[in-house]
């Protein structure tokens, strides 16, 4: 649907959440932000744009805004549908944006090894089968610029999910098309209930993506699965979501004081999972990414010293001496 003058918001279902991919068009041509996966494009892309009038020859630009495969997995069949269109994408997070053994490898399974977390064998498969990649033409940093002929988009630097995130600002529209950048305090289904954990990963980062967000006059925070916010909506969702961090921190130092002894990242979620959210097996495990990145803050601050038992990382709460525990 057409949210403002020049922007679409494109969503195409994606198992029983969905995904938005946005267009940024002027007269001197467009940008995508996102693919989805690799049904997205022929299943909901290319007949919305062929539904507005639009002609993929204007198509200048595709920002992959973050490595995931449902923001980059219809890459590929959008380059066989445009193959003059550049693909642009995050620096730090480009290896992973070109490469899905990369990224199952340095992302999804990132927690195998030192925690025992890893994706089920399905979910991977899934991975493989919803991706197809292209080349990066050329890596963004953040500040870059884009004439649409009527206006010029911005590209920011938005770390903390992951490590090149990317979001747009439009200034005449007053949109911020953050994609995942902020993940307030649960991912939803299309129907409103709680999929899975936030999914950020570095906690300083994310807090500072958040204070920066919040220093745009943004009308229009556009997110990739969930609502639109508008108005006083954006600073609410902006609100909620560095909560949420404050809110892992409480539980988990809170859990850190009463144990015995070290705990392994696993055994850390299953003691404070329910008092961070609704979700069950299967999906409360994905509080690994939220809560390793606020543990990593805890040790960076000596709060918490990271040991090993059994091959697994352990986080242990560090008393200042001549303190109370």
């Known amino acids: 649907m057409q949210l403002r003058p020049g922007l679409h918001r494109i969503q195409a279902p994606l198992g029983e959440r969905f995904i938005a991919m946005y267009l940024f068009e002027g007269p001197a041509g467009a940008l995508l932000l ?188 556009l997110t990739a699965h969930y609502p639109v916010y508008e108005g006083e909506g954006v600073e609410r969702f902006l609100t909620q979501s560095l909560a949420y961090t404050e809110r892992i921190d409480a539980v988990v130092s809170a859990a850190l004081r009463a144990a015995a002894g070290p705990l392994t990242t696993l055994e850390l979620i299953e003691r404070t999972a329910a008092d961070l959210g609704p979700w069950g097996p299967g999906a409360r495990e994905y509080l690994i990414f939220p809560m390793t990145g606020n543990l990593e803050r805890f040790a960076a601050d000596g709060r918490v010293v990271v040991g090993e038992r059994g091959g697994r990382r352990t986080w242990a709460w560090q008393t200042p001496a001549g303190a109370r525990p």
């Open 34 to 221: 996102d693919t989805g996966v690799a049904d997205s494009v022929p299943g909901t892309l290319l007949p919305y744009l062929q539904g507005i009038g639009f002609d993929l020859a204007r198509l200048r630009w595709v920002v992959s805004s973050h490595c995931d495969f449902d923001h980059t997995g219809g890459n590929a069949a959008l380059a066989a549908a445009a193959p003059h269109t550049q693909f642009l994408a995050g620096a730090a997070d480009v290896a992973m944006t070109e490469s899905v053994d990369e990224l199952i490898r340095g992302r999804y399974g990132e927690f195998a090894e030192p925690d025992g977390f890893d994706d089920p064998p399905e979910t991977t498969a899934l991975v493989r089968a919803s991706t197809g990649l292209v080349s990066v033409d050329r890596p963004l940093h953040g500040g870059e610029e884009f004439d649409l002929g009527d206006r010029v988009v911005r590209v920011l630097a938005v770390p903390g999910h992951s490590p090149g995130h990317l979001a747009v600002w439009d200034a005449d529209n007053r949109a911020l098309a953050i994609s995942d950048a902020v993940l307030g305090e649960t991912v939803p289904t299309a129907d409103g209930d709680a999929a899975f954990p936030p999914t950020y990963r570095d906690t300083v980062a994310y807090a500072a993506t958040i204070a920066h967000l919040r220093t745009f006059d943004a009308d229009l925070l």
